[in-house]
C-alpha cells in the first residue's frame, strides 16, 4: 500500500504550517509546493509545479504537470496533463480527461472517479489497475517511498511562482506580526501596572528556577489539553464551563508569567541603553514588544517558521510555570537553606 494516509496528514499540517508566503488564499513552500485555502487551483498546459498542490475547499485542474502529489481536501480534481506522484480527493469526484497520465496511486475517499478511454493510471503493482477506485476505509500504509520514480533533471524546471503574491503575503505576515506584539505588549502593560506585586514574584521565580519553572510549564500545557475532555464530559451539565474555567486560570497565569519574562527582558534592554528610572510595567512592555517582535519576524523566515511555535513555547513555559508555582504570584519562592534568597528586583 502506498503512502496515502501519510499525504493527507503530512500535506495537511507541514505544508500549511512551514509555507512562508501568502497571498490571495494561496500558499507557496521554497520546494515549488502550491497550498490553496477556500479557492481553486489551476495548472496550466505551459506550466510545471515542483512540489505537490494542495486544495482546500477548492478544486484542482491539472492541465501541465505536477512533480509531486495532488490532493482535494471538500473539492474535486480534474486531471488532462501529468502527475508523478498520488492523486487523492476527500470528498469530492476525480475526473480523468483522454490525455491524463497519472505515475502512481488515484484515491477518491467519498467520491467517484470517471475516467475517459485514453487517460492512464499506472500505479504501483500493489493496487491494479482495474482497481483505481478506492473509498474508506483502506489498509493502513506502509513506509513511504522517498526516491523518485523519475529523473527530475530530465523534466522542465519552469516552477509555479506568483511574486506579487509572495511580496504582499510576506507584508500581511509583518504587519500581523507587529500588530500581534503591540496587542501582547499593551496586556503585559496592563498586567504588570494591575498586579505589580504578583508579577515581581513570578519574575523572582523565573530567576531563581527557570528550568524547573519550564517544566511545570509545559506540564501545565499538557495536563490542560489532555484533560479537557474528561473535565468537560463531567461538567457537561453546567455546559462545560469546567473547561472554561481550566483554560482561564491557564490564560490568567500565562499573562503573569509572560509579563515576568517581558519584564525580565525589558530591564536588560533599558539598562543596555542606559535608561534608569523605569518602572515595572515600561520595562514588562519592552520586553514583550521586542521578544514579540522578534518571534514574529522569525516566523516568515523560510524553513525557520515551521519551528517558530518552539520558539513561542520557550517563550511562554518558564513563566507560565513560575505562576503556578508562585500560586499566581502570591506565594514568594522559599530557597532551601545554603542558597542564597531572592530578593525583588534582584
Known sequence: MKRTVFLLVL??????????????????????????????????????VNGSVVAFGGMVDVQGKVLRDVVAFGGNVSISGEVYGDVVAFGGNVDLQSTAVLHRDLVAFGGV?????????????????????????????????????????????????????????????????????????????????????????VRDTVAAQAVPSALVGLATIFLAIV???????????????????MWAAVVIAGLLGITAVGAMAGESILAAFKVSGSTMPIAATVGVLAISLVLSLVSLVPIVNC???????????????????????????????????????Q
Open 113 to 201: 472517479v470517471t475516467r475517459e478511454e485514453g487517460a492512464k493510471v499506472r500505479g504501483s503493482t500493489e493496487w491494479p489497475l482495474e482497481s483505481v477506485t478506492r473509498v474508506w476505509p483502506t489498509p493502513l500504509p506502509t513506509v513511504p517511498r522517498i526516491k523518485p520514480d523519475i529523473p527530475f533533471a530530465t523534466l522542465p524546471t519552469m516552477a509555479v511562482y506568483r511574486g506579487w503574491e509572495a511580496v504582499i503575503g510576506f507584508m500581511l505576515g509583518l504587519i500581523k506580526g507587529i500588530l500581534s506584539a503591540l496587542v501582547l505588549a499593551a496586556l503585559a502593560f496592563l498586567v504588570a501596572a494591575l498586579f505589580p506585586k504578583q508579577v515581581q514574584v
Open 307 to 345: 519551528v517558530g511555535w518552539l520558539l513561542w513555547l520557550i517563550f511562554i513555559t518558564p513563566g507560565l510555570g513560575a505562576a503556578v508555582l508562585s500560586k499566581f504570584g502570591t506565594e514568594q519562592l522559599r530557597v532551601p537553606s545554603g542558597e542564597p534568597s531572592v530578593q525583588p528586583g
Open 11 to 48: 500535506l495537511a499540517l507541514l505544508l500549511a504550517g512551514c509555507a512562508p508566503q501568502e497571498g490571495d488564499g494561496v500558499l507557496f513552500s521554497q520546494s515549488g509546493d502550491v497550498v490553496a485555502f477556500g479557492r481553486d487551483v489551476n495548472v496550466t498546459a505551459n506550466e510545471v
Open 227 to 245: 484533560l479537557a475532555i474528561p473535565v468537560m464530559l463531567l461538567t457537561i451539565c453546567l455546559l462545560g464551563l469546567g473547561v472554561v474555567a
